[in-house]
């Protein structure tokens, strides 16, 4: 249970943060600059808020009407910041004991957990500086967990890692957002990972919370559009495997009772889903679709157009009851007469949902 609600100002910013969560992960999103990293360091104590409310799974950690504010010490919040900030002269092993220690978490079950969780067991041994920047986040996040911390704060744990060591660190990061018992606040402008990672999606711009909620339904707002940023705005889709085509590697989900086929992974069928889908890689046909190459054919109803004066329009669409956003062009919207209440297919290529972008649930 996170519950932040905070007024306070770092240099010429103004801050203005309130969120909750009742559960999964939370993540906070925008633009570099927004003010993500700030909120994140007057909830661990680093920043004092001018007013309000920090209450961690109901402990409160500060209340400017009651007079409390827990030093940072006491406040156990886990920080994982882009640099791993490991101990240069002490192996994994010995990096971890001391976070463990520090914590007074000496269990040795636990220990054994995190090393497993996170697939460090050969990397204690040795010494941060013979390490890849992958390994060391993860070896920095393990840190973390074993000070025993009341909440995790990620703040933008991947966003001095190549592509390469990106890929190699996400499967770990998801395991350990769905499987940790503890809050997890996750600080990003990257979109894809947020789309990931979290449940319920906080997007700040300018110092200010703007929207807040399930990450599905955030991610199909049409208003949010200059916060998320349009070339990578997309949706959320949840379906259930049911097949696999080993011949042509492709994996077949049911979603609302409409099959969608992505690139082929190694998941259980019955397993559920959930899948990003670019706006930008969504077309809208209102006739037959005979003759193409685009295989995922999904009938949608259109909820919502916005009206714009540029060259495209933002469509939000409804898959049973799952949301679908699409961007088309104005000119295509007004030759196909597309209106709110109608029914049309909307065209996904197979080829345009990575395989990054498919997760478990």
């Not at 500060?62 to 994982?80: A, L, T």
């Not at 070896?139 to 933008?156: F, H, K, N, Q, T």
């Not at 597309?338 to 990575?354: E, F, N, Q, R, W």
Request: with cysteine; aromatic share 4%; net charge positive.
């Amino acid at each position: 249970m996170i519950d932040i609600s905070i007024l306070g100002r770092a240099g010429d910013l103004p801050i203005a943060a309130d969120f909750h969560s009742s559960e999964g992960v939370m993540a906070l999103f925008g633009q570099s600059g927004a003010g993500k990293s700030t909120i994140t360091k007057m909830i661990a104590g680093l920043i004092r808020p001018d007013a309000g409310r920090i209450a961690i799974n109901g402990d409160t950690l500060f209340d400017s009407g009651k007079g409390i504010d827990v030093p940072v010490r006491r406040r156990r919040i886990g920080h994982v910041f882009q640099e791993a900030r490991l101990f240069p002269h002490l192996s994994v092993r010995s990096n971890l004991t001391f976070a463990r220690l520090a914590g007074r978490r000496i269990e040795p079950a636990a220990f054994d957990e995190v090393v497993e969780l996170l697939g460090i067991a050969p990397l204690l041994a040795r010494r941060p500086g013979s390490l890849s920047g992958g390994e060391k986040q993860r070896v920095a996040i393990g840190r973390a967990l074993l000070s025993s911390p009341r909440a995790l704060v990620m703040d933008e744990p991947l966003a001095s890692l190549d592509p390469g060591r990106k890929a190699e660190i996400l499967p770990f990061l998801d395991r350990l957002c769905h499987e940790s018992r503890i809050p997890i606040i996750y600080v990003s402008h990257a979109l894809e990972e947020v789309a990931r990672l979290a449940d319920t999606l906080t997007i700040v711009s300018q110092g200010r919370t703007v929207a807040t909620g399930p990450i599905a339904e955030i991610m199909t707002r049409l208003d949010l559009g200059v916060a998320t940023g349009r070339h990578e705005a997309g949706s959320i889709i949840e379906g259930r495997v049911v097949g696999q085509d080993a011949d042509w590697g492709l994996t077949t989900l049911s979603v609302e009772d409409q099959l969608l086929q992505v690139p082929s992974r190694e998941i259980a069928v019955g397993a559920t889903v959930r899948l990003r889908i670019r706006a930008r890689d969504v077309s809208i046909a209102i006739g037959a679709t005979d003759g193409l190459s685009i295989r995922n054919r999904l009938s949608v109803s259109i909820e919502a157009i916005t009206d714009e004066s540029g060259p495209y329009a933002e469509l939000l669409c409804r898959v049973g009851r799952q949301p679908l956003r699409a961007r088309l062009t104005r000119a295509s919207v007004a030759d196909l007469d597309l209106h709110p209440g109608k029914t049309v297919t909307a065209l996904i290529k197979t080829i345009a949902i990575d395989r990054r972008e498919i997760t478990g649930v």
